[in-house]
């Protein structure tokens, strides 16, 4: 069993929630103006969407580790309700950013996006549904025969989903190791053995290669600052000092490498000291009794949206820059950027925000504990 006792106070404090939100609602925002530079015409900016991407998965790792820890002492087992609660809040807004996006290219002539492969098509749309968008096995496929067909990747316009899908099948990794290494639960059913085929070579696959080369490691870093958030955050022995040392030691060793290799790039080092900074930020706001509440208002509804905006962004851009632009300008770059919050909010409003319901579906369906019983969890 992990050193968690079941009276470990670590709530998460207005301030860290405001922080926590205000980091997912910029990391959304550099990933759309880092895709509308580019679909635009205008400049590439990798290290937008490669900082972005980090931030996501450091937070991830940290947010569904501690969410984890507090079901460690509820009664009955928790690892099909946690997956419920998982595929529910990733799956609600997916499969209509899918929808949206087979929609746009059947619509409007947007051409290819994204990398040499498979792209477009019924088989792309039902590996999508799987998550298997570049998958390792048809990637080492395609390189045996050099044939990229075999390279399936996010559906045309949906192009940032290669990520969703990493980060799904660490949320069903971790949750085995948790619950059934950690918490000792039982599982009975010999279908499990499938999701285990699928996840175990994504998980090793991502932390050296694919487009992000090591974000399972990063999604990992997260989840170890999550559990020294839960096995830590006493008021007895918060010790907030430590945490401005974490702080500069991040700072001083993330200087250092950029200042070696020149960019930002998916380089685990570089990630380790990023997480330092954005993670003893965090503790030392636990310290903070502040509400924030003039600056809460506009992070917390710009973050309520940010997966959806990071879900339909890239397909908004691309018909405004296709059909009505048709040539590089700044000018109508920013105004797609804001219709694409005004969209991913009522997209928002249409599908993300009924994940609930969604949950309380599937584990009435499931059987595993009634509908009514569904609540919100944390992450």
């Known amino acids: 069993m992990l050193n968690i006792a079941p009276d470990t106070p670590y709530r998460i404090s207005p301030a860290q929630r405001i922080y926590l939100d205000f980091l997912r609602a910029v990391a959304a925002t550099m990933v759309m103006v880092e895709h509308g530079l580019e679909i635009f015409r205008i400049k ?25 820890c507090r079901r460690i002492y509820l009664p009955g087992p928790q690892l099909v309700p946690f997956m419920i609660d998982r595929t529910a809040r990733i799956y609600t807004p997916y499969v209509p950013a899918i929808a949206l996006a087979v929609a746009v290219n059947t619509l409007f002539s947007v051409g290819h996006w994204g990398q ?41 316009t949906a192009e ?28 009975t059913n010999p279908l499990i053995i499938f999701p285990i085929m699928i996840f175990v070579p994504v998980v090793i696959y991502s932390s050296f290669a694919n487009a992000g080369q090591c974000l399972s490691l990063v999604w990992l870093i997260g989840s170890v600052f999550g559990y020294i958030f839960v096995i830590t955050n006493r008021k007895s ?28 790039t998916y380089e ?9 900074c954005l993670f003893g930020i965090f503790m030392i706001l636990g310290a903070n009794a502040g509400e924030w509440k003039f600056l809460s208002k506009p992070i917390v509804f710009v973050a309520s949206y940010s997966y959806s905006l990071y879900l339909v962004h890239n397909t908004i851009m691309i018909v405004i820059y296709t059909q009505i632009v048709k040539a590089p300008s700044v000018g109508a770059m920013i105004l797609a950027c804001i219709f694409a919050h005004v969209f991913a909010y009522a997209f928002y409003l249409c599908f993300e925000r009924h994940h609930y319901r969604v949950g309380a579906f599937m584990a009435a369906f499931l059987k595993n504990r009634p509908a009514r019983s569904y609540v919100p969890r944390l992450g």
């Open 44 to 68: 590439t900016v990798s290290f937008l969407g490669i900082s972005a991407v980090t931030v996501f998965f450091l937070l991830s790792g940290f947010l569904i580790t501690v969410a984890a």
């Open 116 to 156: 040499p492969g498979t792209n477009t098509g019924l088989g792309t749309i039902i590996v999508n549904l799987l998550m298997l968008e570049d998958y390792p096995l048809f990637q080492i496929l395609a390189r045996l025969t050099n044939n990229d067909s075999f390279r399936i990747h996010s559906y045309n």
């Open 160 to 187: 940032p989903f290669w990520t969703v899908s990493i980060e799904y099948w660490i949320y069903f990794a971790f949750s085995l190791a948790f619950f059934v290494g950690a918490r000792k639960e039982k599982i």
């Open 237 to 264: 022995d918060y010790g907030v000092g430590r945490y401005y040392i974490l702080v500069l030691v991040g700072l001083v060793g993330f200087a250092g490498r950029i200042l070696k290799t020149g960019e930002l």
């Open 268 to 276: 685990l080092q570089t990630i380790a000291f990023i997480a330092m």
